[in-house]
């Protein structure tokens, strides 16, 4: 009798595992595998799911968001400040990192798909403003400071004065 809700489990693993194989591109299939996991209160099969989907698809910023949001509300901080250093990517950390995501089809060849993260791509300021925003919640005014520093040069629109942008984020 306790077999079969981890069957039922075990069976919806293996299809979005098969999803996956088929379109491991699809964003919203990664979404729904690891809030089911989280659902199922399965939290490391749930980081698991979201290393993995911003390891293939570093661009994809909804992913990025969902995995910060998960490790906060786990109340876990710094797991969610390492997943946002790891978004932000600094420079000695991802010029030109390669990710190469292997997976076997149903023939049984291996597939292969290589991400690369350009030093020119970085995330969007609404991202940079979220790091802030979940920094400042946390009372982490000096984090809040390097944050800023490193994330004005990125922004696309000028601000009237630095001064000015910090006083709104904050």
Known sequence: MLDAPLAATNRARSVFERALDEDY??????IKYAEMEIRLKNVNHARN????????????????????????????????????????GTPAQ??????????VDRVGA??????YRSPEWQ???????????MEKRYG???RVRQIFERCTP???T?????????????
């Open 123 to 133: 995330p969007d300021e609404h991202a940079w403003t979220a790091y802030i925003k």
């Open 49 to 88: 799911i979201w290393d993995r989907a911003v390891a293939i698809l570093p661009r994809m910023d909804q992913l990025w968001y969902k995995y910060v949001f998960m490790e906060e509300a786990l109340g876990n901080i710094a797991g969610a400040r390492q997943v946002f250093e790891r978004w932000m």
């Open 110 to 115: 291996a597939r292969h798909s290589v991400c």
């Open 25 to 30: 591109r699809a964003a919203a299939m990664y």
């Open 140 to 142: 982490e005014i000096d």
């Open 154 to 156: 990125t922004w696309s």
């Open 94 to 103: 991802s010029p030109w990192r390669a990710i190469a995501a292997t997976s």
């Open 158 to 170: 000028p601000c009237r004065t630095g001064t000015a942008r910090a006083e709104a984020l904050i």
